[in-house]
């Protein structure tokens, strides 16, 4: 029985590294494609494409993962992707954005339906909840990638064109307008610093405290959604209750 429990215990530690990684790949993907679709497929004339193809191989992702958001971006095969975000409501009244690129909107749509409704959550209307989140360009430098301080930081980043610059323990996050964060980008990757991070992402205006017997509910919800190859990302406008200071 031992022999078993200890098979049994690295097994599942190997499927936890698995799904860890297939959402690290998730999320480059998305990147990958955002930027090829913007920016064209071409790296040597698309920077943030560049960028994701570093942290494509820093993550040691397969090639074919690679190429198939690529192809995806520019319509090889002949499948039509689209970008779709549905709101929704959460355990609790918690407001959740999702956003998702897909090729069968049906498909996507009832998948997402299907997770709201499993974990006592329901999908909402357009402009039911998005007026909750403000949308932003957000830029992160790693601390142990750069010599500055956080004063020279944020004035590198304000001199770039960013708006704010917010200092963590371990990055600089920099924010910039929508519309600003490819110029601030590109200045900041001029002036030499290497950025781990580049894009524009949803942040919740007011964090709602998950209702303690929901938890367990809550986690379920963002689980699944994460899960489905069809979705690119999760926005929260909730925290847990363990993760209040």
Avoid: C
């Avoid at 698995?18 to 690290?24: M, Y």
């Avoid at 997402?112 to 006592?120: D, K, P």
């Avoid at 064109?161 to 963590?168: E, N």
């Avoid at 942040?203 to 919800?221: A, M, N, S």
Wanted: charged share 25%; hydrophobic share 35%; aromatic share 6%.
């Amino acid at each position: 029985m031992s022999g078993h429990s200890k098979w049994h215990n690295i097994q599942g530690r190997k499927n936890a590294q698995d799904a860890k990684r297939g959402k690290i790949f998730q999320k480059i993907s998305r990147n990958l494609y955002q930027a090829a679709k913007a920016g064209g497929v071409d790296p040597d004339g698309n920077p943030q494409l560049r960028l994701e193809l570093e942290k494509a191989r820093a993550a040691n992702m397969p090639k074919d993962n690679v190429q198939r958001a690529l192809d995806k971006a520019s319509g090889v095969g002949g499948a039509k992707f689209e970008e779709v975000t549905y709101e929704g409501y959460g355990p609790g009244g918690t407001a959740v954005m999702v956003s998702t690129l897909t090729d069968n909107k049906n498909r996507t749509a009832a998948a997402i339906r299907s997770a709201f409704s499993h974990h006592g959550g329901s999908l909402g209307t357009n402009g039911s909840v998005s007026y909750m989140f403000d949308r932003k360009g957000y830029i992160v430098v790693l601390r142990d990638q750069t010599d500055d301080d956080e004063d020279s930081m944020l004035m590198a980043a304000l001199d770039a064109g960013a708006d704010d610059m917010k200092a963590t323990a371990d990055e600089y996050q920099i924010f910039t307008e929508p519309s600003s964060m490819a110029a601030v980008r590109d200045a900041l990757q001029d002036a030499g610093y290497q950025l781990d991070n580049s894009e524009v992402r949803l942040f919740p205006q007011t964090i709602t405290e998950v209702p303690e017997d929901k938890v367990g509910q809550y986690t379920g919800l963002i689980d699944e959604l994460s899960d489905n190859d069809d979705v690119q990302d999760v926005y929260e406008a909730a925290v847990l209750p363990e993760d209040i200071e």
